[in-house]
Nanobody, 125 residues
Framework: QVQLVESGGGLVQAGGPLRLSCAASGRTFSNYPMGWFRQAPGAEREFVASIRWAANLTDYAESVKGRGTISRDNAKNTVYLQMNSLRPEDTAVYYC??????????????????WGPGTQVTVSS
């Protein structure tokens, strides 16, 4: 059974950093794309960042470009999202997602097959 579990969320002050982790189990995702999405109250789930099996193939939403870094440790089957210079508008539940084929992934949630339960990130001003 495939399972994704996020961790690292919490309450942070604006301008501070945060690192989210997503540990995958039940399958090795080293060859498949993984991504981070977020959803604020009353809003749709939106793309944050993604990474393909070749770790230099990354993509970022404009809202986090320059502040966020996605990375993966294939040996640990874990993907990370480092966020710096956090803003109150970054407040959301952050979800980890994984694709099941090499052709999965991208910016739309429908292109991912597995999801974690999410971790709350709250940025105070």
């Amino acid at each position: 059974q495939v399972q994704l579990v996020e961790s690292g969320g919490g309450l942070v002050q604006a301008g501070g950093p945060l690192r989210l982790s997503c540990a995958a189990s039940g399958r090795t995702f080293s060859n498949y794309p993984m991504g981070w999405f977020r959803q604020a109250p009353g809003a749709e789930r939106e793309f944050v960042a993604s990474i393909r099996w070749a770790a230099n193939l990354t993509d970022y939403a404009e809202s986090v470009k320059g502040r966020g870094t996605i990375s993966r440790d294939n040996a640990k089957n874990t993907v990370y999202l480092q966020m710096n210079s956090l803003r109150p508008e970054d407040t959301a539940v952050y979800y980890c997602a994984a694709g099941s084929t090499m052709y999965s992934g991208g910016r739309h949630p429908s292109r991912y097959d597995y999801w974690g339960p999410g971790t709350q990130v709250t940025v105070s001003s």
